[in-house]
C-alpha cells in the first residue's frame, strides 16, 4: 500500500518537474515538448515556480511537498492512511481551485492532468486503507477514476451551459434572463393551433417526440407480436431490422424520403404526371420528419419490445387458456397488462430519441423548427449566440431529463436486472386472428416502405441528378473516393480526408470507450460501495443527454482554460466516449451478470487482488461482450452526428459533418455515396465481430460435443 | 504435503444487511485440524459466516482470528483461508492444470514449484493425468474434486466448504464427501463445512454448529447432538424426533419421569423443567405392539409405507402425530390397525416445552 503511494508520489513529481504545464501553442511534433520546457509558456510547474516565479502555482508546490512529506515520514497503519487521506483531499482541492478561479494564460496540459491523476490516487489509495491495511486499492482508484472522468466531461459541460444561460449581459448572474429567456414566446408560442404559422421549436419538439413515441411503439409491437407469436417465415429477416439503425448515418433516410416525395421525387412525379398532384414541398416539415423519424426509431422499439413479449411468462397465457378464455381475451387481459410497463418504456425511449433527433429535422424540418436543429443555428447562424443555445440546450434537457428520470422511476431502480432464468417451459400462444392481420396489415407494409427507402440509397448514390438527369453514373463515387494511379497511389477524392479522420477519431474513441464502459459495468454489478446507486445514476445520465446539448456545452466549456481542447482532434474523442458510454456500460452489466459471481470469489480467496482477478478471469471470459462494446461504439462513432458537428475543425473533420456539408450545397448524389461506403463499412465491421464472436460460440460448442465423446469422463 | 493449521475463533461477530440481521452474536472456535460443520434451516446464516470467515463479507462487530492473529480487517486476498464453492467456480477458460495452479501462480512463485505443487495436488485427489483437460470436459463428481485439488494446493490454514455435493447426485455424493474427509485429515487442515444435510454432517464432522435464525442453537458432536439434543429445534432437526407434549411427574438427578396420557415413561433430562415438557423420540425408538399391552399409547395407523429393510408408519394418536420406523418387521400393519405405540425410554429426553 506503501509501495503504491510511492509510485504515484513519483508520478506525481515527474509530471510537475518534466512535463508542460500549460498548452504550449508554438510547441509542434511529439518531443518538442523538452525543448520547450526552458521558455515560459512551455514550462513545467517546477521550472514556472522556481524560474518564472508564478506565484500562483506556490500552493500546489507546497502540496507536492506536503505529499512527499507523508509518504517519507515513517507513519504506518492508520495514521499513515488517515494522514495521505486529508493531504491528498487537501492538495486535489486546491489543484482544483486553482482550476477554476485562477487567472490562465493558457489551458492546463499534461504536467497539470498527471499531477491531478496523482493526487487522485493517492487519494484513493488513501481512503483504501482508511479500514485495513490492505484494503482494496484498485477498486477505489477505478470508482475515483470514473467519478472524476465523468464529472469533468458530463457535469462540468452541464453546469457551464447553466452558468451561461444563468449569466446576466454585465457579467453578473441572476435567474431573470434565464426565466424570460427560458419562458420566452418564440420558444414555447402555440400560434400554430389558431392557424398562424408555426409554432415555438419547444411546443414542435415535444409534440414531435410524443408522435415518434407512440407510433414507434405501436409499430414496434406490431413487428415484435410477429417475430414471437406469429408463424411467420421470415422472421429472421425481420430481426435483421434491427441492426439497421445502428448503421443508419444519420441524413439517409431524410435524403431517401426526399429522392421519393420532395419536389424531384419519383413519387411526386409520378403523382403529378398520372393524376396530376401539384408538386409541393409538403415533405418538409412536421410530416416529412415524423416519418423519417418512424423509420430511424422503430427497429429500436422493435428490439425492446421483443424482449418485453417474450418475457411474459406462457405459463400464464396458458393459465388464462385453460380458464377456457380466448385468445383474444387472453391477450386483452393479460398479455397486455403484463407488457404495460414495456410499453411505456419503449414509449419513452422513442421520445427521448425523437428530442435529441438531429439530422432528420435538419434535412427535412423545413420552417418546422426543434429546439436539437434551433441550438445549432443559435451557434452556426448569422450571428453566434450562445446564451440562447444554452437555454435552448436546457430546455430540451429539461424534456429529456424529465422522460429518463420518468423511465428509471417506472420500471424501479433495478431496471438492470435481467430476467434471470428460472426455467419456465411452455409456449407462447399465438395471436387471435383479428390480432394477426391487424399486425400484417400495420407491419409488412411498413417493412416494405422501409425497404425502399434504403434502396433508394444504392440508386441515389449512381444516379447523375435526380429528377432532372437520371442517367446512371459512378461520377458521385470518383468525386468523394477517386484515386488515381498515374505516379504511386494517390488518393484525390473529396472525402478520402474525412473518411480516415472518421475512422481514426472512431477507432481511438472505441478502446476507451469500452474501457470505461466496461469498468463502470464491473464496479456497478461486482462492488458495493457507499452512494451506488448515484454512481450508477450518473453514469447513465449521459445517455440522456442530447447529442446537440453536449455539442454545446463541450464548446462553452473546452472552449477557454482551464481545459483548452476545442480544435483537437480529443475532444471528438472524448464526446463520443461520453456518449457511448451507457451502452458500453448495459453491454458490460448484461454480460457480467452472466458470469457467476463465485469465480470472483474463488480468484480472490486463492490469493488473487481484484486487479489480478479482472486481469486473469473476468476480462478473458467476457472476451465477445468486449469485442461487441468496441464494435459498436466504433460504429456508433462514426455515425454520430448531433454533438460531432459542433466539435469538428479544418483540421478533424468527420464524415457526417462532411455530409452535412454536401446537404446544406444541395450535392445529395455524393453526400448519399458517401453514407453508402459508411454503410458498407460498418456492415463489414459488425460482419467481422459476428465471424469473430460466432466462430467462438461454435469452439465452445466443439468442446461439448468433444466432451459428449470422450469415453473416459463417463467412467469414474 | 503438509500444512499448518490453524484455529480459528469467531467472538461476538455480527452480520447485519439494512434491517436484516443475518448473523447475531456468533462464538465459535474451531481447533486446529477438526472439522466443523454448520447446520441449519435455509437462511439461518451459514453461508454469511463461512463467508465472513472467507474475508468476502465484511463483519458488522466482533472479531475473527486465525492461528492466534486477528483478520478481522483482513481482505480475503491476503488471508490464509481457501473455498470450495458449491458451483465448483472452476475458470472455464482455464485448462485443469492451470486452474489448480491458479493460486500459486498468482503468489508469483517460480513456475517450477507451481507446475510440481499443482501436479502434488491433482495426484492428493486421483485425477493425476487429466490436467490438461478443461472444466467442462469433466465430470460433476471430478470437477469437485479439481475445485478441492485448487483450494488445497495453497496449503491453507483453513479450508472452506459452502455446500459442496448439493450439485451431485445422491450416490456420488457419498462417495465425494469420504473423499473430502480423508484428504482433509491427511493434509490436517483445519475446516468449516456447510451443509443442508444432516446426514451428511454426522459422516463427516468432528463437530455440528447447529444455528436457527442467525444464533448457534447447539454445538457437539454428532454423538451428543443426536442423544442428547436441548432443544426440540435440535431434536426435530437432528434426529427427526417426535415431539410429544408430556407432565413432569418427578425428578430425581437428572432422570425424569414424564406421563403422556396414562402412559409413563423414564428419562432424562438436564434441564430445568416446568410442569408440562416435551418428550424427544427418534422414530426407531417407538414400537407397535397389541393394544392390549401395558404402558402404550393408543392409535391407529394412518399410513403404512414397505421400505426394504424397514417399515414407516403414521399413527394417529391423542397427542397428535407419530411417526414410527419399524427395523424388526415382525409383523406388517396395515393402514386403519388400532394398535398401542411402545416408548423405549433409553433414547429418549425430555426438553422443556
Ligand atoms: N446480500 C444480502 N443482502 C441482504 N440480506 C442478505 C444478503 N445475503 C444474505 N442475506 C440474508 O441473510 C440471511 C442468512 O443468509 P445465508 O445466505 O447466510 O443463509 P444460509 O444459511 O446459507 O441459507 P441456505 O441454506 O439457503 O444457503 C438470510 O435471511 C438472507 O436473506
Ligand atoms: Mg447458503
Redesign the pocket.
Known amino acids: 500500500m506503501k509501495k503504491t503511494a510511492l509510485w504515484w508520489l513519483a508520478a506525481g513529481m515527474l509530471s510537475a518537474a518534466c512535463l508542460p504545464w500549460f498548452v504550449n501553442e508554438d510547441a509542434q511534433g511529439p518531443l518538442s515538448f523538452l525543448s520547450g520546457l526552458g521558455t515560459e509558456p512551455g514550462a513545467s510547474l517546477l521550472i514556472r515556480v522556481a524560474v518564472f516565479s508564478d506565484a500562483a502555482l506556490w500552493p500546489i508546490g507546497l502540496c507536492l511537498f506536503a505529499l512527499a512529506a507523508v509518504c517519507f515520514s515513517g507513519l504506518s497503519g492508520r495514521r499513515f492512511a488517515v494522514a495521505l487521506t486529508s493531504v491528498s483531499a487537501v492538495s486535489l482541492a486546491v489543484l482544483v481551485a486553482y482550476g477554476l478561479t485562477a487567472d490562465l494564460p493558457a489551458g492546463l496540459s499534461w504536467g497539470a492532468f498527471g499531477l491531478a491523476s496523482s493526487m487522485l490516487f493517492l487519494l484513493t489509495s488513501g481512503i483504501s486503507s482508511l479500514r485495513s491495511a490492505n484494503g482494496d486499492a484498485f477498486v477505489v482508484g477505478l470508482i475515483g477514476a470514473v467519478i472524476v472522468l465523468v464529472g469533468l466531461f458530463v457535469f462540468f459541460p452541464i453546469a457551464h451551459v447553466m452558468s451561461e444561460a444563468f449569466e446576466l449581459p454585465d457579467g453578473s448572474y441572476g435567474v431573470s434572463r434565464f426565466f424570460s429567456l427560458f419562458f420566452a414566446k418564440e420558444v414555447w408560442h402555440l400560434s400554430c393551433l389558431s392557424g398562424g404559422g408555426s409554432c415555438g421549436p419547444a411546443v414542435n419538439s415535444l409534440f414531435l417526440a410524443v408522435c415518434t413515441g407512440l407510433a414507434t411503439t405501436m409499430l414496434g409491437l406490431a413487428f415484435a407480436l410477429i417475430a414471437t407469436r406469429s408463424g411467420f417465415r421470415a422472421k429472421r429477416l425481420l430481426r435483421m431490422l434491427t441492426v439497421l439503425p445502428i448503421i443508419t448515418p444519420p441524413f439517409v433516410i431524410g435524403l431517401a424520403l426526399i429522392l421519393l416525395f420532395g419536389r424531384a421525387g419519383v413519387v411526386t412525379d409520378f403523382a403529378h404526371e398520372w393524376f396530376g398532384f401539384d408538386k409541393t414541398r409538403w415533405v418538409y416539415g412536421f410530416t416529412g420528419v415524423f416519418v423519417a423519424q418512424l423509420l430511424s426509431f422503430t427497429p429500436i422499439a422493435f428490439l425492446v419490445l421483443i424482449g418485453v413479449v417474450e418475457g411474459v411468462s406462457p405459463s400464464m397465457e396458458e393459465a388464462s387458456q385453460t380458464m377456457r378464455a380466448s385468445r383474444w381475451q387472453t391477450f386483452r387481459h393479460v398479455s397486455l397488462p403484463l407488457m404495460r410497463p414495456g410499453l411505456a418504456n419503449a414509449f419513452l425511449l422513442g421520445f427521448i430519441e425523437s428530442l435529441a433527433d438531429f439530422g432528420n429535422p435538419l434535412v427535412l424540418g423545413g420552417d418546422f423548427g426543434v429546439l436539437s436543429t434551433e441550438i445549432y443555428f443559435a451557434i452556426v447562424g448569422a450571428v453566434s449566440d450562445s446564451a440562447r443555445a444554452a437555454v435552448l440546450g436546457i430546455v430540451l434537457l429539461t424534456m429529456t431529463l424529465g422522460a429518463f428520470l420518468l423511465q428509471r422511476w417506472w420500471l424501479g431502480s433495478g431496471s438492470y436486472a435481467t430476467v434471470t432464468g428460472k426455467g419456465d417451459s411452455g409456449r407462447h400462444c399465438h395471436m387471435s386472428r383479428g390480432l394477426k392481420l391487424t399486425c400484417y396489415a400495420v407491419a409488412l407494409p411498413w417493412a416494405a416502405f422501409t425497404a425502399v427507402v434504403y434502396s433508394m440509397i444504392f440508386f441515389g448514390s449512381i444516379v447523375a441528378l435526380w429528377g432532372y438527369d437520371n442517367s446512371f453514373t459512378l461520377a458521385h463515387y470518383t468525386r468523394a473516393f477517386g484515386f488515381d494511379f498515374s505516379d504511386g497511389l494517390s488518393l484525390n477524392g473529396a472525402a478520402w480526408d474525412s473518411y480516415f479522420t472518421t475512422l481514426k477519431i472512431a477507432a481511438l474513441a472505441a478502446p476507451l470507450t469500452a474501457l470505461v464502459g466496461l469498468a463502470t459495468a464491473y464496479l456497478l454489478v461486482r462492488r ?1 460501495f457507499a452512494g451506488k446507486q448515484i454512481f450508477e445514476f450518473g453514469t447513465l445520465l449521459s445517455f440522456a443527454i442530447p447529442g446537440t446539448v453536449v455539442g454545446i456545452s463541450y464548446i462553452l466549456a473546452f472552449n477557454v482554460p482551464p481545459i483548452e481542447l476545442t480544435g483537437t482532434g480529443a475532444i471528438l474523442i472524448i464526446a463520443f466516449m461520453f456518449r457511448n458510454m451507457p451502452v458500453g456500460v448495459r453491454g458490460g452489466v448484461a454480460a457480467m451478470s452472466q458470469l457467476d459471481k463465485s469465480l470472483d470469489e474463488a480468484s480472490v480467496t486463492l490469493g488473487a487482488n481484484s486487479f489480478t482477478t479482472v486481469r486473469r478471469v473476468i476480462a478473458p471470459l467476457l472476451g465477445p461482450a468486449i469485442l461487441a462494446a468496441l464494435v459498436y461504439s466504433f460504429v456508433r462513432a462514426i455515425t454520430s452526428v448531433s454533438a460531432v458537428i459542433f466539435l469538428v475543425s479544418a483540421r478533424h473533420n468527420m464524415a457526417t459533418s462532411f455530409i452535412v456539408g454536401r446537404v446544406e450545397n444541395g450535392e445529395f448524389g455524393i453526400a448519399i455515396a458517401y453514407s453508402a461506403v459508411l454503410i458498407i463499412t460498418m456492415l463489414v465491421c459488425i460482419g467481422l465481430l459476428q465471424l469473430i464472436v460466432g466462430q467462438r460460440a461454435l469452439y465452445r460448442a466443439d468442446r461439448k460435443r468433444k466432451n459428449q465423446l470422450s469415453p473416459q469422463t463417463a467412467t469414474t | 504435503m503438509s500444512s499448518q493449521s490453524g484455529r480459528v475463533q469467531m467472538q461476538g461477530v455480527q ?1 447485519r ?2 434491517e ?4 447475531k452474536d456468533l462464538n465459535l472456535t474451531i481447533e486446529a485440524g477438526e472439522l466443523v460443520t ?1 447446520l ?12 465472513m470467515l472467507a474475508g468476502l ?1 465484511d463483519v458488522s462487530a466482533g472479531k475473527i482470528t486465525i492461528g492466534g492473529q486477528d483478520v478481522t480487517l483482513q481482505a480475503a486476498t491476503y488471508r490464509n483461508v481457501a473455498m470450495v464453492f458449491q458451483s465448483y467456480a472452476l475458470f472455464p477458460h482455464m485448462t485443469v492444470m492451470e486452474n489448480v495452479a491458479y493460486g500459486l501462480t498468482v503468489s508469483n512463485l517460480p513456475k517450477r514449484t507451481v507446475q510440481a505443487k499443482a501436479e502434488a495436488g491433482l495426484e492428493t485427489v486421483g485425477l493425476a493425468g487429466y490436467g490438461s483437460r478443461y472444466p467442462s470436459e469433466l465430470s460433476g463428481g471430478q470437477q469437485q474434486r479439481v475445485a478441492v485439488a485448487r483450494a488445497v494446493v495453497l496449503e491453507p490454514e483453513v479450508l472452506l466448504f ?2 459442496p455435493l448439493s450439485n451431485l447426485d445422491a450416490k456420488l455424493r457419498r462417495h465425494v464427501r469420504e473423499e473430502i474427509r480423508q484428504i482433509q485429515q491427511d493434509l490436517g487442515i483445519t475446516a468449516l463445512y ?1 451443509t ?1 444435510d444432516q446426514e451428511e454432517a454426522m459422516a463427516v464432522s468432528d463437530k455440528i454448529v447447529v ?1 436457527c435464525d ?1 444464533e448457534i442453537a447447539q454445538m457437539g458432536s454428532p454423538l451428543e447432538l443426536y442423544t442428547r439434543p436441548s432443544s426440540a429445534f435440535i431434536a426435530d432437526f437432528i434426529g427427526d424426533a417426535n415431539l410429544l407434549p408430556c407432565r413432569v411427574a418427578g425428578v430425581e438427578g437428572d432422570s425424569v419421569d414424564v406421563e403422556i396420557g396414562a402412559v409413563r415413561v423414564r428419562s432424562r433430562s438436564n434441564q430445568a423443567l416446568g410442569k408440562t415438557a416435551t418428550l424427544a423420540v427418534h422414530p426407531h425408538n417407538l414400537e407397535l405392539v397389541d393394544l392390549g399391552n401395558l404402558n402404550v399409547i393408543p392409535g391407529t395407523v394412518r399410513m403404512a409405507a414397505y421400505l426394504g429393510d424397514h417399515m414407516e408408519y403414521a399413527v394417529e394418536c391423542e397427542a397428535g402425530e407419530l411417526f414410527v420406523a419399524d427395523h424388526r418387521m415382525t409383523h406388517q400393519h396395515q393402514r386403519g390397525d388400532r394398535v398401542g405405540v411402545r416408548v423405549e425410554a433409553e433414547n429418549t429426553s425430555v426438553l422443556p416445552s
Do not use: F, I, N, W
Open positions: 458495493q | 452480520k444487511y439494512g436484516v440481521q443475518a448473523v454448520l441449519g434451516p435455509s437462511g439461518c446464516g451459514k453461508t454469511t459466516t463461512l463467508r463479507e459452502d455446500e456447510v443442508h444455528m442467525g
